[in-house]
């Protein structure tokens, strides 16, 4: 990526090929240029100038996907880290990670790591495994995938910020992953339907910003295939299988925040969807430890949206941030 490629989605069109993804292959032309639209997104040549102008990185490096900091290490000069970290703060804010390339500590505001810590040993082995990753955000989640051995990753989201972000990351990771890790710009209803393809899904932050739950749950079983695992995270509140809230014009400072279910109306909602061995696997309250503002983020984070008088409540009153995990499958 320090050098614009003739044909930049040379290798994403490859993968699809390669993966047999005929149907959704003939809409990527369209998906791309939807999703890096400079007329819709003024920011976006800056982002992709920062990408272009990454120096040339020594051949000579190690990279670790499958640690809790996603890790290259590779000798510059002064001047080039330098140089590197000046660019990769025009992508700023940095939301997930943590990342250390070449000696640039990237403290994202989410501590993604604990997150991973509490999925990972739930999940049935990625190793082979053919991985769709919604909302995943700069990537992160899908280079530790990646790490663990998945066959395929793909990360869909529709932010362009996060897609240069993720081709900043794949700049410094080269092809450590032999090429197995992907980003498409674009949200869950631009997946084909019934695609049944995946061996997992991972939705993770995405159902509360979605005004139709189930109509997200529905999209997230039709991408895996018979038998596949869907690993789902989102906001909860306390309560039974009837419980579920529906926030005013914000929720914790965000506008575009719909239902938060209690982890037992989740369930309800899943099994309702159509899948089988729903199982809550951790559910706990979001800390300003695990959501916080940085050098790399440097706008309001999980602090300022809380009440100074009494944090386990939102500044509009409602409770504060609790999240559960969730794990289904799609019957065989």
Request: with cysteine; aromatic share 10%.
């Amino acid at each position: 990526m320090s050098r614009r490629s003739p044909f930049p989605h040379r290798s994403l069109y490859h993968a699809f090929v390669d993966q047999g993804l005929d149907r959704w292959l003939a809409r990527l032309p369209e998906q791309l240029a939807a999703g890096l639209d400079r007329q819709r997104y003024g920011d976006l040549p800056a982002w992709e100038k920062a990408v272009a102008k990454l120096p040339p990185l020594p051949a000579a490096r190690r990279v670790n996907l499958d640690a809790d900091t996603v890790s290259v290490a590779c000798e510059l000069t002064d001047g080039r880290r330098r140089q590197c970290e000046n660019l990769l703060k025009k992508l700023m804010p940095w939301r997930k990670g943590p990342y250390s390339l070449a000696g640039i500590h990237i403290d994202t505001e989410w501590r993604s790591d604990w997150k991973w810590q509490r999925v990972a040993p739930h999940l049935a082995p990625l190793a082979g495994r053919r991985v769709l990753d919604v909302g995943g955000g700069n990537g992160y989640h899908a280079w530790r995938m990646a790490g663990q051995g998945a066959a395929f990753v793909l990360v869909i989201d529709p932010s362009p910020r996060f897609f240069y972000q993720f081709q900043a990351l794949r700049h410094f990771v080269g092809d450590a992953d032999d090429g197995r890790t992907h980003f498409l710009p674009v949200g869950i209803e631009d997946v084909p339907e019934r695609l049944a393809f995946f061996d997992t899904v991972f939705s993770m932050g995405v159902l509360y910003h979605r005004p139709s739950p189930l109509e997200h749950l529905t999209q997230l079983k039709e991408a895996l295939q018979p038998g596949g695992e869907l690993v789902l995270e989102t906001l909860v509140v306390a309560g039974d299988e009837t419980t579920v809230l529906l926030p005013g014009s914000r929720y914790a400072a965000m506008p575009n925040v719909y239902f938060l279910p209690s982890s037992a109306a989740l369930c309800r909602w899943l099994e309702r969807c159509g899948f089988d061995n729903v199982r809550v696997i951790d559910e706990a309250a979001t800390t300003t430890e695990e959501q916080r503002a940085t050098e790399w983020m440097t706008f309001q984070s999980l602090a300022d949206f809380l009440d100074p008088g009494d944090p386990t409540k939102t500044r509009e009153g409602y409770p504060a941030p609790r999240r559960a995990v969730v794990m289904a499958n799609r019957p065989r």
